[in-house]
């Protein structure tokens, strides 16, 4: 009984030596491929990565990890030199299988999501005007509603407004609905749809070119891929899956 008493604590102390070893090497890892990503892949700040399972050690030894989580903050996106911030950029890999170097890998499967809010969606809009909710409608067509008194967004894009046109505008409000789109995985391409009929001849054609615009994701991972734009009631979100996605080289 005694010697079963003493195989036991033995046990105890040498599981918890192992637990204690398993984690500070998962610490250690993760580590490790955050500071691969950020210089093999241009990322500006440090990710923060969670490599999920246990044990961990078991896990290298087979050349293959369950599944790593991937957080960014800091990316930003650019417009005509206008920064915007994008939140809760994510990814999750399953399946990441490691070379014999431990220097790159692979993720069988991914998915990742990024948010702009409309607040810093509006950094980028032409000047004059607000970007906001759709209403659930158009939104689930994937439209913005950007609106704005007419002369101003004139104005302010620098295109001359005689006074006989800005009294026949008449302090006109303008509103329209862009349908957001992504392309090419980081460009947010608005393309304004249901543009409203304005008095003065050209000017529709004028006041779609300042509200069509593209906005370029810079500073996600390579790891991070994002093919869908959706329109919420926040902003907008973004969200894709991949397979065979490098992690870190």
């Not at 607000?130 to 067509?141: C, D, I, L, M, S």
């Not at 101003?152 to 302090?171: K, Y």
């Not at 790891?223 to 397979?243: E, H, M, P, Y």
Request: charged residues 20%; hydrophobic residues 45%.
């Amino acid at each position: 009984m005694r010697a079963l008493r003493i195989l036991l604590i033995f046990v105890v102390i040498f599981g918890g030596l192992f637990v204690a070893a398993d984690r500070a090497a998962v610490y250690f890892a993760e580590d490790e491929v955050a500071g691969r990503i950020q210089s093999s892949q241009g990322v500006n700040t440090t990710p923060e990565v969670s490599i999920k399972g246990f044990p961990f050690l078991t896990q290298v030894v087979g050349g293959s990890l369950d599944e790593v989580d991937i957080s960014l903050d800091g990316v930003t996106a650019t417009a005509d030199g206008h920064a915007v911030r994008v939140t809760e950029v994510k990814a999750n890999l399953r399946d990441v299988r490691m070379d014999s170097s431990f220097s790159s890998a692979t993720a069988s499967s991914a998915t990742g999501s990024a948010h702009i809010s409309y607040a810093d969606l509006m950094k980028s809009a032409p000047q004059g005007t607000t970007v906001g909710y759709a209403g659930p409608e158009r939104a689930a067509k994937g439209q913005v509603k950007l609106s704005g008194t007419l002369t101003d967004v004139l104005e302010a894009a620098n295109i001359p407004v005689p006074g006989a046109v800005a009294a026949l505008l008449g302090g006109e409000e303008l509103t329209v609905y862009s349908t957001v789109s992504l392309e090419n995985g980081n460009t947010v391409r608005l393309s304004a749809e249901d543009l409203p009929k304005l008095p003065v001849p050209g000017l529709d054609e004028q006041v779609k070119g300042l509200v069509d615009y593209d906005l370029k994701l810079a500073g996600l991972p390579a790891s991070i891929k994002l093919d869908r734009v959706t329109a919420t009631a926040t902003g907008l979100q973004f969200s894709g899956t991949g397979t065979n996605v490098s992690l870190a080289g």
